[in-house]
């Protein structure tokens, strides 16, 4: 089913990222790389694959502005402490 391998590209995108959380200590990490694969899986057996691509686009769109947020927190708070 080549219709499907958006899908299983999708998932293994976001699967890989939960090492990501342990090298980083990062609760984006951690969330996206639950949150994609099962988003993946949803939206790819229920919709065609171009929503599936529109969905992925906005999911990495929030994940860019999430770990963003994480580093100007992280920087923060090591200012404090120095």
């Given at each position: 089913?080549?219709?499907?391998?958006?899908?299983?590209?999708?998932?293994?995108?976001?699967?890989?990222?939960?090492?990501?959380?342990?090298?980083?200590?990062?609760?984006?990490y951690?969330?996206?790389?639950?949150a994609?694969?099962?988003?993946a899986l949803?939206?790819?057996?229920m919709?065609?694959?171009?929503?599936?691509?529109?969905?992925?686009?906005g999911?990495?769109?929030?994940?860019?502005?999430?770990l963003?947020?994480?580093?100007?927190h992280?920087?923060h708070?090591?200012t404090k402490?120095s």
């Open positions: 089913m080549p219709e499907k391998m958006l899908m299983v590209f999708a998932m293994i995108f976001g699967a890989h990222l939960m090492p990501y959380s342990w090298l980083y200590l990062s609760k984006s951690f969330v996206f790389s639950i994609v694969p099962v988003l949803i939206v790819g057996l919709f065609p694959p171009f929503v599936l691509a529109a969905v992925m686009i999911v990495e769109i929030l994940f860019n502005i999430l963003c947020l994480e580093v100007r992280l920087a708070d090591g402490q």
